[in-house]
């Protein structure tokens, strides 16, 4: 794809795959915050952008790392493209020595759907790349973005991973952890991490979840099951998630996402305010 080997691409939506690429080179106004440079159509919708998006990354920071992060050296650049579909969204990161260095996010849909649903999805993204200082396996960073997103696309996903089991029984999770570009099936490939991703912050909490990333990348996933969810290897681990989806894809979270704890409405480019 043409990225330096420092970068790390994530975020790659099949809704937007197209529209992302062309994306216009002028923006109408822009804004900023902290931690964010926006980008967008008018001054009213870059200036929500950015407090959302604060709102968020010391949100997700929270529930994942326990406190939020410090602010960054220098601001993440969000080029908002407003249509009339759904959002997606797209986050280059360039690593290097242990850290992130730079980032950048594009994002493109209905105003409302950004807010509820891209957005969080993306800034989950960088509190991943901040704290590990490199890219995650393709189903975590992916699967556990989504559980920051509103109930709407949550429900989606979890159809996805039903829709995928029932088709072909999706990827022995010793084979999903080790997938390293985005495949074919890209929808069942997020529906599965998602799912399990979900299954494993429920079965053991969120740092728990990242521990086991960060030994399962260090060592290897039979060490790592073993070691944070007391399950021989990544087999016995496959069929407690499998016996688990078929339930749980019946039910949702109680714990509210990032996502729906605001009250997003529908607005036209000249509402100010969504809360």
């Known amino acids: 794809m043409g990225i330096h080997p420092r970068t ?31 980008e967008a159509p008018t001054p009213e919708i870059a200036q929500q952008v950015a407090r959302y998006a604060e709102h968020y990354r010391d949100e997700i920071a929270r529930r994942w790392l326990g406190e939020p992060l410090p602010d960054w050296p220098r601001p993440c650049a969000i080029r908002i493209k407003m249509t009339g579909g759904e ?42 790349a901040s704290y590990f200082g490199g890219p995650l396996p393709r189903w975590a960073d ?13 429900l989606r996903h979890e159809q996805f991973a039903a829709d995928l089991l029932a088709r072909s029984g999706g990827w022995a999770l010793g084979e999903l952890f080790t997938i390293e570009e985005y495949p074919q099936d890209l929808m069942g490939f997020y529906g599965q991490g998602y799912s399990v991703s ?53 039910t949702m979270p109680t714990e509210p996402s990032p996502g729906d704890a605001l009250v997003v409405r529908a607005q036209s480019p000249h509402d100010h305010d969504s809360r």
């Open 87 to 128: 959002a997606g969204g797209v986050t280059s990161f360039g690593f290097g020595r242990g850290k992130m260095l730079d980032q950048e996010m594009s994002l493109e849909g209905r105003l409302d759907r950004i807010l509820a649903s891209a957005l969080p999805h993306e800034i989950t993204h960088t509190i991943f």
């Open 8 to 38: 790390r691409r994530v975020g790659l939506r099949l809704r937007v795959v197209l529209g992302l690429a062309l994306l216009p080179m002028l923006m109408g106004a822009s804004a900023r915050s902290t931690n964010f440079e926006v």
């Open 142 to 154: 992916e699967g556990a973005s989504l559980l920051s997103e509103d109930r709407r696309e949550r």
């Open 198 to 250: 979900r299954f494993l912050v429920e079965m053991g909490g969120r740092p728990r979840f990242l521990a086991f990333l960060r030994d399962g990348m260090k060592h290897n996933w039979d060490a790592a099951t073993r070691a944070h969810y007391g399950f021989t290897n990544t087999r016995e681990l496959d069929r407690a998630w499998r016996s688990w989806h078929l339930v749980a894809s019946r």
